[in-house]
């Protein structure tokens, strides 16, 4: 940190003597992670006696603040990693968004953290050190997180992310996971939607009560509609479709479907509408 300073000032009047009379020291301290360009606390004690006092204590006083945070950083950073026989090639611009490619679906993928716009780990590397490591942790994947400082292991199989507060390591964070699609019309066609079913993994979700929601839009994207959340039940296996009913008419330019999971499903095989009643 470029400059911090600390400072105290006592400051005493005394009129008459007394007996005894005791101050202690009283701290203040300020920790921050990143530098800044002034840093300071300062502190007064001013006490005052106008009649003498037996015994006068002041016991010490301590407060402290730790920040945690980060400076701005405009750059574009490249990096790449493989898991789970899948080539990644990340692409983070600066502050606001993380591109993920994966070479295998050759797609471009938007990822996030809970807390931020874009994915909290800077960089990464197949870290041949943590072959032996692989078997606890998930994977050798070992990524830098310039937020908070820390390393973290990539898990392909587990559906949240470990909680940045290392104090509560138990508190997980269930982080949502976004598959979009789309129906495309032309003309003056009317295709109607009577039903949407998705076909995916079911019976493991992540946290009892974590469900799979549907959203439509008929305008581009610029509203949603919410077509209801439907809960994933644990150690239920029966039922590979999850169905939405009576979704009305699409018309030119056509729909897009929004599906989203907070860690209900794991896999998505396709989403399919039954046009034919």
Known sequence: MTDARNSQTYLRTLEEPVPSDRVSQSKLRSVFNYP????????????SFDEPTPDDRTSQSLV????????????????????????????????????????????WVDWTSTDRTNWRASRGINW??????STLYGSDVVVGDD??????????????????????????????RIAMGQVAVSGRTVV???VAHLTANQGEPVYPGAGVTLYTSDNGGITFD?????EITTDEYSYPQLSWY?????????????IIDDGAVARIDSLDINDDG
Request: proline content about 4%; charged content about 25%.
């Open 36 to 47: 800044t360009d002034a840093n300071r606390t300062s502190q007064l004690v001013l006490r």
């Open 192 to 194: 109607p939607c009577y």
């Open 147 to 176: 937020t908070w400082g820390l390393l973290w292991f990539l898990d392909p199989l587990q559906g949240y992310d470990d909680n940045v507060d290392t104090d509560r390591p138990e508190q997980r964070v269930y982080f949502e």
């Open 246 to 258: 009576s979704l009305g008419q699409i018309r030119a330019p056509g729909r897009l479907f929004k």
């Open 64 to 107: 402290r603040a730790i920040i945690r945070g980060r400076v701005a950083e405009p750059v574009v950073r490249a990096w790449t990693y493989s898991m789970d026989g899948h080539d990644f090639y990340v692409l983070r611009l600066g502050d606001t968004q993380s591109f993920v490619y994966d070479m295998y679906s050759e797609q």
């Open 226 to 230: 919410d077509h209801g959340t439907i």
């Open 128 to 133: 041949s050190g943590g072959v032996n490591l």
